[in-house]
C-alpha cells in the first residue's frame, strides 16, 4: 500500500502562498491588522451580515458569543446531541449548564420539537449545528426561540458556502461562527471566525477578546479580567486568498458528494447526507448512514477500509455518551429522550471529503465500500 486516502484537507494555490508571504514580510507596524480587515470584511460581505471578527477557533467563537451575552452559572443552553464537542464545551468555560436535544434524523441538525420540549426558565439560549454542511431548519427554530425571547448561536464550522432560501449559513443567529481548522471547507490551518448583528454585542465581543479593555486603550486599566483571542495576519492572510477561492473550494466539495452519490445511491439500506428543503449544502464530510438491520458498526466499516489505506472517520457520538459528560446529572435520560441521535451511533462514518480527492479516488473507496455491503449486508 503506497499512499492513503486522507478523511479531510485543504486545497492550497499559489495564491494562498503568496498571501502568507506578503503577510509575514509587510504586516507589521502600521500594516499589523491590515490582513485581519481585509479578511473580516470579505468574509462579512460573503456572508451579507454587518460584523465578522477574526478569531483564533472557532471554540473561542462561541466561549465570546456566550460571555457576550452574559450566560453564565445558572443559565441552561440547549445544544443537538450530535456535533463536535467545540461545540458544546465553551457552555462549561462560562459556567453555565449544557441540555443535549435530539437530532432531526433526516438532516442530522437540532430538531425544533426537541428544541421546543427541553426549554426551561433557565434556559437562555441555544446553539445550532448546521452539520456536515447541511442547515438546521431555521423557519422552525427562529420561532420557537423568538417566543421564548432565547439567544441563538449558529454553529457554521462545518456549513461554509450553505444556503437555506438563498439565505446563507451563518446568517441566522444573533451570534454565528465559523471554524477555519485545516479540516474545514475554508482554512487557515487553525482559527475562527465570529459573526455578529449587533453592534452592542460586537462591542462587548472585542472588549471580552482584548483582556478587558476598550478599543485603542493604551493605558492598561483593565476593567475586567476577561480573555486574549486573535487571529495572526498570516493566517488572515491565507484565509483571505482561501476566501476569494471560494466558489471553486464549494464546487469541489459538491463535485466529491456527487461522486459518492452516484457511485453508492443504489446500495440498499444505506443513506448519504440529506440536506433539508431549500437547502443547497456543501457536504463538508460525505456521510453514508445505514440501517441497522444490516448488522454491522461503523467500526468494522472503518477498519475494513483502513486496510485499503482509507482514512475514515466515525460519524459524531451524542454528547451525553461521552466519559466528557456521561456521569453529570440527567445525562441518564438522553438515550430515551434523544433517540435520533442514539440510533446514529455505530450507523454511519465519514468517507474521504478532502479538497484532493480524486474522481478516482472516489472509484476506489465506493469500490471497497460495495465490497463490504455485499460482504457483511
Ligand atoms: C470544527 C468544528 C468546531 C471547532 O472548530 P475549532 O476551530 O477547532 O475551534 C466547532 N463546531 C463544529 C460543528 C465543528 O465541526
Not at 500594516?31 to 470584511?41: H, I, L, P, V
Request: include cysteine; charged fraction near 20%.
Amino acid at each position: 500500500m503506497n499512499r492513503r486516502i486522507p478523511v479531510a484537507g485543504p486545497w492550497i494555490t499559489q495564491r494562498e502562498i503568496d498571501y502568507v508571504t506578503d503577510a509575514v514580510t509587510h504586516s507589521w507596524y502600521g500594516q499589523a491588522n491590515s490582513y485581519n480587515q481585509r479578511f473580516e470584511k470579505a468574509f462579512a460581505d460573503y456572508l451579507e451580515v454587518p460584523h465578522a471578527i477574526s478569531l483564533p477557533s472557532c471554540t473561542s467563537g462561541i466561549h465570546l458569543a456566550l460571555a457576550a451575552m452574559d450566560i453564565g452559572p445558572g443559565d441552561e443552553v440547549i445544544v443537538p446531541e450530535i456535533t463536535w464537542i467545540a461545540t458544546s464545551a465553551p457552555i462549561r468555560y462560562v459556567g453555565a449548564t449544557p441540555v443535549f436535544a435530539d437530532v432531526d434524523p433526516t438532516t442530522w441538525c437540532l430538531s425544533p420539537a426537541s428544541l421546543e420540549s427541553l426549554i426551561t426558565p433557565r434556559t437562555r439560549a441555544v446553539i445550532v449545528v448546521d452539520l456536515y454542511g447541511n442547515v438546521a431548519d431555521y423557519d422552525a427554530i427562529l420561532a420557537i426561540t423568538a417566543k421564548h425571547g432565547l439567544r441563538v448561536i449558529e454553529d457554521a464550522a462545518e456549513a461554509m458556502g450553505a444556503t437555506h432560501r438563498k439565505r446563507r449559513a451563518g446568517s441566522f443567529g444573533d451570534a454565528a461562527v465559523f471554524s477555519f481548522h485545516g479540516s474545514k471547507t475554508l482554512t487557515t490551518a487553525e482559527g475562527g471566525m465570529l459573526v455578529l448583528h449587533d453592534r452592542k454585542l460586537l462591542d462587548r465581543v472585542n472588549f471580552l477578546r482584548d483582556h478587558g479593555r476598550k478599543a485603542g486603550d493604551v493605558s492598561f486599566e483593565n476593567s475586567e479580567v476577561a480573555f486574549k483571542y486573535k487571529m495572526t495576519s498570516l493566517q488572515a492572510a491565507l484565509g483571505l486568498a482561501q476566501l476569494e477561492r471560494i466558489e471553486e473550494l464549494i464546487a469541489r466539495k459538491r463535485q466529491a458528494f456527487q461522486w459518492y452519490a452516484d457511485r453508492l445511491g443504489d446500495l440498499p439500506g444505506i443513506r448519504l447526507n440529506n440536506p433539508g428543503p431549500e437547502v443547497e449544502a456543501v457536504y463538508w464530510m460525505v456521510s453514508p448512514i445505514w440501517d441497522e438491520g444490516l448488522g454491522f458498526t461503523a467500526t468494522e466499516l472503518q477498519d475494513a477500509l483502513a486496510a485499503h489505506g482509507i482514512d475514515t472517520r466515525p460519524f459524531f457520538k451524542p454528547l451525553s455518551s461521552l466519559p466528557a459528560y456521561r456521569h453529570l446529572p440527567g445525562m441518564e435520560d438522553c438515550p430515551r429522550r434523544n433517540p435520533a441521535s442514539y440510533r446514529l451511533r455505530n450507523l454511519g462514518i465519514n468517507l474521504p471529503s478532502s479538497l484532493m480527492l480524486t474522481e478516482d479516488d472516489a472509484d476506489f473507496v465506493c469500490a471497497k465500500v460495495r465490497e463490504f455491503f455485499t460482504a457483511n449486508a
